[in-house]
């Protein structure tokens, strides 16, 4: 068995008395597609953002390739092999969609001084026409990505997650306001983008969403969170056949 | 470099190479003015036009590489000395006006530079021991190059087709100036075209995305601050030495305000914005006011109304027109082709329906 690309254990956060998570732990293998679910206000947001850099927990720790990234920022996570899609469209709107790409990964190589000296495309350009292919946008590559539908966009978003070859992925609701039928696409998009990298390494994903069909769809294994807890871990299959999660996803 | 960038780029090197030797002393500096304010804007047009950062100080970076150049040649010290003075306490200065910028954004940050503006105006006001307070600093000498003086000859001549056309006396100064812009041109167009560009776009579209992408924020706004800065100090130092007098007005925070005016105006983020921006907020104005002063009390206001026109129809800038006319053909090419292809699915809808009966 090979060491986890991402450990998380014992992670705490609350915001004043409000204990959004509680003592978290679970293991990420690599090449692994791990979902998180829970209902509102079960600490998923959380969880994720303190695992983004976004905050600080109260207690535990975060390791990634078994080094604390606990105390890390946004910027030094993703000089770490972190890449992550956001919820809302998070695209940089005036640039073309290749160079979204491009400037997604650019700055993994060299320095500061190099780089102002390097072409224009960093050498990158291969390799974001080929993943723009994969995501087939290419007729849209040289259009400013604002001017995109939401859906492309969205595809964007997801494609700049991956340009710099990250060890670990995190996606976060990948189907929010996506059209129904693109949320398919977007699920044998991502399980191919983990069974076949575009690169030669491959890459665990973490997703966080409310879409339950693409998570059982996509996910390996899945953590089931309620009230900051951990309720289960298990396969879909495992989890769908749950009594506790059905009590306490759905209320039933 | 788009075809538009091509051919204006012509034009342009075709007016400011042939067009001045054929003007008065007064259209030679005018024509020198308005290189200069491109320079300065330029520096600008990177710090708010790609890196998105809301400067509203730049005019006291163009007085501080103007007295530092004007204070050290009066003490006897060469003009080429007093540049790379100019250029490094830009640069120091630019980066820690940075600062505020990784703490405040937008209007906030607008404000904070504000400031930084008034302090240094008020330095140049009251602090006579050093920059002459209101009376300024006169007799700015013009420097020489490769031990040819540029302070220029009266009675000059050209001929051309067997004409006699008098030379300006400020011309050998105007084509140093040139020189001078076509550097910090093509240096400017290295530097935002290699990724360096990018990551400045990257930084004014969406920092919490770029931060995710291993784009160090603080480090490219603090740099798009400095590199400005100098660019506003360059141009300061040339403004020095062809007006040969300096007083603290043209450094306050109006200036600044006007500056950021002619980047709004041109195109922010546009390459070529600057030079046209300063070309409206600058050349036209001096000129009308030349051969039409009745007019010139029209033009302010004028500009004004323009401008506040223009923030409604055309709020990218003069340069972002061409890209408007070409979204426009684009999205009715679009709809051509929806129309289309709904009425085609309305011919086969009707045909399939005529089969179902």
């Known amino acids: ?100 790409l491009i400037v997604a990964a650019q700055e993994h190589q060299g320095t500061m001084l190099s780089r102002m000296f390097a072409p224009s495309d960093s050498g990158l350009g291969d390799k974001a026409d080929a993943l723009i292919k994969r995501f087939r946008i290419e007729h849209v590559a040289q259009l400013k990505a604002g001017t995109l539908s939401y859906g492309q966009q969205k595809l964007v978003d997801i494609a700049m997650a991956f340009m710099s070859e990250p060890d670990l992925v995190l996606l ?63 396969t879909p299959a495992e989890i769908r056949g749950n009594k506790a999660v059905l009590e306490a996803y759905l209320g039933a | 470099m788009s075809k538009r960038n091509i051919f204006l780029g012509v034009i342009f090197a075709a007016m400011v190479l042939c067009l001045p030797p054929f003007l008065k002393n007064y259209g030679v500096y005018m024509f020198s003015t308005w290189l200069i304010y491109v320079i300065a804007t330029m520096g600008l047009n990177l710090t708010v036009g790609y890196a998105g950062q809301k400067s509203l100080g730049h005019a006291a970076f163009f007085g501080i590489g103007a007295y530092t150049v004007a204070i050290m040649m009066k003490a006897g010290i060469s003009w080429w000395l007093g540049l790379p003075t100019a250029v490094v306490l830009c640069f120091v200065l630019g980066l820690v006006l940075g600062f505020p910028a990784l703490r405040v954004q937008t209007i906030y940050l607008a404000f904070a530079t504000l400031g930084f503006n008034t302090a240094v105006f008020l330095v140049m006001r009251n602090e006579e021991w050093l920059t002459g307070g209101t009376f300024g600093l006169n007799g700015i000498p013009r420097p020489a190059i490769f031990g040819f003086d540029l302070k220029g000859q009266a009675g000059s001549v050209m001929h051309l087709f067997g004409v006699e056309f008098p030379l300006a006396k400020d ?81 306050a925070v109006g200036a600044s305000i006007m500056m950021y005016l002619m980047v709004v105006v041109g195109g922010a983020g546009y390459f070529l914005g600057p030079l046209v921006g300063a070309l409206i907020g600058m050349l036209i104005p001096e000129w009308i006011r030349d051969v039409a002063p009745s007019l010139a009390n029209w033009y302010l206001p004028i500009f004004g109304a323009t401008v506040v026109v223009m923030m409604v129809w055309l709020p990218d800038g003069l340069m972002s027109i061409p890209d408007r006319i070409r979204a426009k053909r684009d999205s009715r090419l679009a709809s051509a082709k929806r129309a289309e292809a709904t009425s085609e699915i309305a011919a086969i809808a009707a045909q399939s329906e005529g089969v179902a009966q």
């Open chain 1, 1 to 100: 068995m090979s060491a986890p690309i991402l450990k998380v254990d014992g992670l705490k956060k609350a915001y004043g008395a409000i204990q959004a998570v509680g003592g978290v732990s679970f293991e990420v293998m690599p090449g692994e597609i791990f979902g998180v679910i829970g209902p509102n206000g079960s600490g998923k947001t959380t969880l994720f953002n303190s695992m983004l850099g976004q905050i600080q927990p109260d207690e535990g720790s975060i390791e990634l390739n078994g080094r604390d990234v606990s105390k890390c920022g946004p910027l030094e996570l993703s000089r770490r092999g972190v890449g992550r899609t956001f919820q809302t469209l998070q695209v940089f709107s005036k640039m073309t969609v290749r160079d979204n």
């Open chain 1, 172 to 234: 976060d609701e990948p189907c929010a306001g996506v059209n129904p039928s693109l949320v398919g696409g977007i699920s044998a998009l991502l399980k191919d983008l983990n069974q076949n990298p575009h690169h030669g390494k491959k890459s665990s994903f973490v997703v966080i969403e409310h879409n339950m069909d693409f998570v059982m769809d996509l996910c390996h294994r899945i953590m089931v969170m309620v009230e900051g807890q951990v309720l289960a871990v298990g």
């Open chain 2, 171 to 251: 011309l050998a100064f105007y084509y140093f100036v040139l020189a001078a812009t076509a550097i910090a041109t093509a240096l400017l167009w290295g530097l935002l075209r290699s990724p360096w560009g990018k990551a400045f776009q990257a930084l004014r579209d969406n920092p919490i995305r770029a931060e995710s992408l291993g784009i160090d924020t603080r480090n490219y706004t603090l740099l798009s601050f400095a590199i400005g800065a100098v660019y506003a100090g360059v141009a300061g130092a040339l403004f020095a030495s062809l007006v040969d007098f300096i007083e603290p007005a043209p450094f």
